[in-house]
């Protein structure tokens, strides 16, 4: 049996911050992290930051127009604005004149796509992850964000000294670490996925970076960066898409299964082991 506290604090008419103190009892069959609260999947789904004492749980939610704010903000880390990010940044490196740095950065998103691409068809097809991680795919989520935004600030604090250039990508990384850990986890995936697509984005941007350190890449124009900003701004009001739906497609065609695989085969595997234990 659980016991649960909720202390709403409204902040405005859009924000909303929910103080969430439970307990759940020892004979509870429940698995932890399942519960739903606000439409989220339990303290695990709502919490921006969450802490955990033997039996007791306490979160702290914020929830913008009814909605978790990280969750709200993790959607801009997917697909509809990382890929055309992603190609502003080729098309910068290709007007700057740099083919060795192009060529750098196509390959390095192809190595990077296709691992995360991967292990999302292994996953659906098969049902194969690391089980013993938490991890079921790589989060492309926090993958994209880690390597454009890092990438992205790294060129850009180029621009105003090349020695600079390390300062911005140490700033992509702050962002894109803390970003994987409070948008990403835990409403878009686990803790463990979005730390999993952390660090193959931290690799790949590094990589990218040290490869082309002592490369020339020219000045960017004004007409060039304002351009760029125009996109990223397009593409972040479009509808968030993702490439759930392609990859799973993919993975049945491949594997001969009905359907793709979720996580709700380890969950109930889960289950019957706590229920098995008790």
């Known amino acids: 049996m659980q016991r649960e506290l909720v202390l709403q604090l409204r902040l405005g008419k859009r924000l909303t911050i929910h103080v969430i103190c439970s307990s759940a009892d020892n004979h509870s069959k429940e698995p932890p992290g399942q519960r739903l609260f606000g439409g989220f999947s339990g303290l695990d789904g709502t919490a921006f930051f969450h802490a955990f004492a033997s039996s007791h749980r306490v979160g702290l939610g914020l929830f913008w127009e009814g909605r978790n704010l990280g969750y709200a903000i993790g959607q801009y880390g997917g697909i509809t604005v990382m890929i055309p990010a992603a190609a502003l940044i080729g098309c910068w490196l290709w007007a700057s004149a740099s083919r060795k740095a192009l060529y750098a950065w196509l390959i390095t998103l192809l190595g990077a796509y296709t691992l995360v691409g991967a292990s999302k068809i292994i996953y659906k097809g098969w049902g194969v992850g690391a089980e013993s991680l938490n991890i079921a795919v790589i989060s492309g989520h926090a993958m994209n964000t880690c390597l454009v935004v890092t990438t992205l600030l790294s060129l850009l604090f180029r621009q105003i000294d090349h020695r600079l250039r390390w300062v911005g990508a140490g700033v992509g990384l702050l962002f894109s670490w803390w970003f994987a850990c409070f948008c990403v986890a835990p409403d878009i995936h686990p ?44 593409s972040a009001s479009f509808p968030k898409y993702t490439a759930e739906a392609v990859l799973g497609h993919v993975a049945v065609s491949l594997s001969g299964a009905a359907v793709p695989y979720d996580r709700a085969h380890w969950r109930s595997k889960m289950s019957g082991e706590l229920n098995s234990e008790q």
């Open 191 to 234: 803790l463990s996925e979005a730390l999993a697509g952390v660090i193959v984005g931290t690799l790949a941007c590094s990589l990218f970076l040290w490869v082309t350190r002592d490369e020339h890449i020219a000045p960017f124009s004004r007409r060039a960066l304002a351009f760029g900003f125009v996109v990223l701004v397009v």
